[in-house]
């Protein structure tokens, strides 16, 4: 029997991309990354979509555990030649992307607009 | 703000399951409050407790509920201290791999030593690994 639980997610799909955004303001604990996680590859491997722009607009805290959900979605994307876009990130948010170098590996625009012309 | 004299002085031991994680993280999110310190602060200081925090449960103790993790914290007006031990094996810092060189970034893993090294003023590790204590300078506004 499965047990349900609330999504972490929800996503609008506009035109072929698929505009992702976060129902928790604090991705930090190891159970919601999970789930965040089973989420987004539900999307990729049960529903199909190769284009995921994700909108983290709402998000205040992240940790290093959501950034590896993050490269793990991003390379399961591009083996499937689909393509893995961020946006909306804040500048606090965006130093741990920064530090970590991963701005230079995985695709961050402003805003879902900018995402949405980058496919 | 606090007055310049005002101390706060904790020590919290839990065992190593998530649930206890959260009640400490927010234990000592709300002993910061007092303090005011700038939000860029709060957020170096939260995010470096997360990691540290989940580097004790999940790979020190190895998420093993029979093992404890202590966490001593000290939050002055200027600065927040926290010494944090697990039980486990310990570990070497000069042995993690540089999760930001090239062969390395396409790992899921290893970032959260760097965060905390970077979000912190200091940070250092001592007996076998086991043990470390960070603490945050408060920024001048």
Same mark, same amino acid.
């Given at each position: 029997m499965s047990t349900a639980r609330r999504p972490r997610i929800t996503f609008e799909d506009i035109g072929d991309v698929t505009v992702v955004k976060f129902?928790?303001?604090?991705?930090?604990e190891e159970q919601a990354i999970q789930n965040i996680g089973d989420d987004l590859f539900k999307l990729v491997d049960e529903l199909g979509r190769k284009k995921l722009l994700l909108d983290?607009?709402?998000?205040?805290f992240l940790s290093s555990a959501a950034l590896g959900k993050l490269i793990r979605l991003h390379q399961r994307l591009a083996t499937g030649g689909g393509k893995l876009i961020l946006c909306g990130i804040s500048k606090t948010i965006m130093e741990i992307f920064e530090l970590t170098k991963l701005d230079k590996m995985l695709k961050i625009v402003k805003d879902e607009q900018t995402g949405l012309n980058a496919f | 703000m606090p007055e310049p004299e005002s101390e706060t002085v904790a020590e919290v031991c839990f065992a190593s399951d998530w649930p206890e994680v959260r009640r400490v993280q927010r234990e000592i999110e709300l002993a910061l409050v007092p303090f005011a310190f700038p939000d860029r602060d709060q957020f170096y200081i939260k995010i470096a407790l997360e990691e540290a925090l989940v580097n004790a449960v999940?790979?020190?103790?190895?998420?093993? *509920?029979a093992k404890h993790v202590r966490v001593r914290y000290t939050i002055t007006a200027l600065r927040f201290e926290a010494y944090i031990a697990d039980e486990g094996c310990g570990f070497d810092?000069?042995?993690? *791999?540089? *999760?930001?060189s090239p062969e390395n970034l396409?790992?899921?893993?290893?970032r959260g030593l760097l965060l905390i090294r970077k979000f912190m003023t200091t940070v250092e590790y001592h007996g076998r690994g086991n043990c470390m204590s960070m603490a945050k300078v408060r920024t001048a506004s």
């Open positions: 129902t928790d303001k604090k991705i930090l983290f607009v709402t998000v205040e | 999940k790979h020190g103790n190895r998420l093993d *509920p810092p000069a042995n993690v *791999p540089d *999760p930001c396409e790992r899921p893993c290893g």
